[in-house]
């Protein structure tokens, strides 16, 4: 890990999960973004990130929550940056899986992150290791 890279719309993102595996080519569309999630404590979640898989195809699937999202520098692919946290998926965008875990969940090609600064900002004292 390098250190940590801010979203912003146009950047590339590839999320790292259990059941989705890493996968790229994910374009952030818009920051900013609040969300009401009835089923996660709160409801409401603010700063978001929303980000679309090109192709339309897996980007993320149930039980990927909390996997970190990487941004990785197209100038030199051994410098990766964390970016934020997997936190959401839009049911409306759901697509055959193209990850580890085959059966039974449900995978979107629209998703939503938490950027590190909400992240650090619920638990503080989070940090970064690089090297």
Do not use: K
């Amino acid at each position: 890990m390098t250190g940590t890279q801010n979203f912003h719309v146009g950047l590339l993102v590839c999320p790292s999960s259990a059941y989705s595996a890493t996968n790229c080519n994910i374009r952030v569309i818009t920051v900013g973004v609040t969300l009401n999630i009835p089923s996660v404590p709160g409801g409401f979640h603010f700063g978001m990130v929303r980000a679309e898989q090109r192709a339309f195809i897996n980007a993320i699937s149930e039980g990927d929550s909390d996997g970190p999202v990487e941004v990785v520098n197209p100038s030199g692919n051994t410098q990766v940056y964390a970016a934020g946290m997997a936190s959401a998926h839009d049911n409306g965008t759901s697509v055959p899986c193209t990850g580890h875990v085959n059966a039974g969940r449900t995978r979107a090609w629209r998703i939503y992150h938490s950027p590190w600064s909400n992240v650090i900002a619920a638990f503080p004292g989070m940090t970064i290791v690089t090297g």
